[in-house]
């Protein structure tokens, strides 16, 4: 079976976790026997996991690292997208927004769906359905759309973007099969986007063991705190309102009332930083909050290895990898109860990201309860590891399976 996978983002060409699913489940259907062919907007570096990676643009100018980050982001601003014009060899070779550049890609993939052919078509995100519309119609196969997150989300559920929402919607209705990534997120889209319950399987995200971050030693400053006697709260994740920053912040000022010994690290960047960094100063807590921008691999894993709770406060989180990789390495986590993760670690605490209380209450039991601590992370270490990318590819299999008997169905 010839899978054609549109994807916006892979890694090291990422900048959080849609790169990362992307990754682990195209890897884990080529293990499972799947020929994959995973289609990305420009040409940039690409890690190998046995997919074949091909681009849809016709240039042979590669991208530069700050290109990337900023073009594959999903996120860049308008002034971002000038820098991208201004910085290119080629000038004109970018779109003038994000929803141009989404549209070029899309213009392109016809020809890539004609040269490669395909059984299925798998689009990821809103990004990537237009691209998967085009291929559907190029072809005559069944298109798969894959949630991994909505407008909803993206703005905490306030208000949407409507050209993002107009293509959201349009993507999911022009599919044969949604995929959701929670039980979470597929209430969102029966509910936000109109979608019939019966069309939308549920497909949680995964993680593969090797995939644990691996550093060979802990950072030997924080190697010292600890030994002093410190705490350290760590927060993985874009800096937005959808991750719930500003909750983090608030419960690290009633945690510190406390355990005044505490550390909370910050790592990643995004549109609330700088006020992130200003209320902390505000508050006087800028000596017991470390930001260290965006980081992955070793850096990331040091952190981890550092850490004594890994806390994600999300607003609305279809699903959440930043908990399993903490798992993965060793470290228990508190978790937003609004979020697609809790549905498959049950040893993970958990509050609603606005009770700052009940998650303060909660990271100071951590600190001051070693067993508390150590039985969350042999437990949820557990959880994370039998969420396994190759299990989950099984059961996509399945999903493909279904929407091509009932895409033959309805054409016949």
Not at 45 to 51: R, S, W
Not at 239 to 256: M, S, W
Request: with cysteine; aromatic share 8%.
């Amino acid at each position: 079976m010839r899978i054609l996978m549109y994807g916006w983002e892979f890694p090291p060409a990422n900048s959080g976790g849609l790169g990362v699913a992307c990754y682990g489940l195209s890897r884990g259907l080529v293990q499972e026997g799947a020929d994959i062919v995973f289609v990305l907007p420009r040409r940039c570096p690409v890690a190998q996991n046995g997919a074949r990676v091909v681009f849809a643009d016709t240039t042979r100018e590669v991208l530069t690292d700050e290109q990337t980050r900023l073009l594959l982001s999903g996120y860049a601003s308008q002034e971002q997208t000038d820098f991208l014009q201004k910085s290119s060899s080629r000038g004109a070779a970018y779109g003038a927004s994000l929803f141009d550049e989404v549209l070029r890609y899309a213009a392109r993939s016809s020809d890539v769906a004609l040269r490669e052919g395909a059984d299925i078509i798998h689009a990821h995100d809103w990004l990537s359905y237009p691209a998967g519309m085009a291929a559907k119609k190029a072809l005559g196969v069944p298109l798969v759309a894959h949630v991994h997150a909505t407008e909803f989300d993206r703005t905490g559920f306030g208000i949407p973007d409507q050209r993002v929402y107009d293509i959201e919607r349009a993507g999911m209705h022009a599919a044969d099969m949604v995929v959701a990534v929670s039980e979470y997120t597929k209430g969102v889209i029966v509910e936000k986007y109109g979608i019939a319950p019966e069309k939308v399987m549920v497909l949680h995200n995964g993680i593969d063991a090797d995939d644990t971050a691996v550093a060979s030693a802990v950072e030997s400053d924080m190697k010292r705190l600890k030994e002093s006697g410190w705490g350290v709260v760590l927060f993985v994740g874009r800096l937005t309102i959808q991750k719930g920053p500003d909750y983090f912040l608030a419960t690290a000022r009633k945690v510190l009332e406390h355990k005044p010994k505490t550390l909370f690290v910050v790592s990643g960047s995004g549109d609330m930083a700088r006020q992130m960094i200003d209320t902390g100063a505000y508050h006087g807590l800028g000596d017991k909050i470390l930001y260290t921008g965006f980081v992955r691999g070793k850096e990331l894993a040091r952190l981890y290895k550092t850490a004594d709770l890994v806390v994600m406060p999300s607003v609305s989180e279809p699903f959440g990898i930043v908990p399993l990789e903490a798992l993965l390495n060793g470290i228990p986590v508190l978790i937003s109860k609004q979020s697609g993760v809790a549905e498959v670690v049950p040893n993970a605490l958990k509050a609603d990201f606005w009770d700052v209380d009940d998650m303060a209450h909660k990271i100071i039991s951590v600190l001051e309860y070693p067993a508390l601590k150590k039985t969350l992370a042999e437990q949820g270490g557990k959880d994370a590891r039998s969420q396994a990318w190759r299990k989950v590819a099984r059961s996509c299999i399945m999903v493909y399976e279904k929407v091509r008997n009932v895409f033959n169905v309805s054409h016949v």
